[in-house]
């Protein structure tokens, strides 16, 4: 089991890391507790959220899957990595498959040389 709920020392209950940044994540993306009931196994939002509020504990199948569904690492979604912009993860993953392994060195110079022309659009902006 992942980290049951706990309580702080003012009785307020303290979501597990996971769920804090789940619901970061899910907000992000638009991605609703309903859309989740596959991912954990279960027939209904409600039950969605007894996970993400902590009253019951996801197994590590849950969590992995969980964080697969996000477009993060399992070491994201618990805490143990930063956590990357959610937001583009995933689409830049499928364009990146898209484009091909062989073409990724073209790609690199491309986003380079952006890079140094938004770095000199953005130096001549501060002159």
């Known amino acids: ?8 020392t003012n009785r307020k209950a ?18 609703t ?3 989740l009931k596959e991912t954990f196994g279960v ?19 849950q969590i992995m899957r969980l964080s697969k569904r996000l ?7 618990v805490g143990e990595m930063p956590l990357a912009d959610s ?11 898209a484009v ?7 790609l690199v110079a491309m986003i380079r040389a952006a890079a140094a022309e938004f770095g000199k659009e953005t130096d001549a902006g501060n002159q």
């Not at 937001?87 to 498959?97: G, M, N, P």
């Not at 091909?100 to 073209?106: A, K, Q, S």
């Open 1 to 8: 089991m992942i980290s049951s709920m706990k309580k702080d």
């Open 14 to 31: 303290v979501l597990p890391q996971w769920s804090v940044r789940a619901k970061a994540i899910m907000a992000a993306q638009g991605v």
């Open 100 to 106: 091909g392994e062989e073409n990724l060195p073209v």
């Open 71 to 77: 477009g993060v690492t399992t070491s994201e979604l």
């Open 33 to 35: 507790q309903d859309d």
């Open 43 to 61: 027939g209904t939002r409600g039950s969605v959220g007894h996970y993400l509020s902590g009253r019951r504990e996801p197994s590590i199948e």
């Open 87 to 97: 937001r583009y993860t995933k689409e830049l993953s499928q364009l990146l498959q």
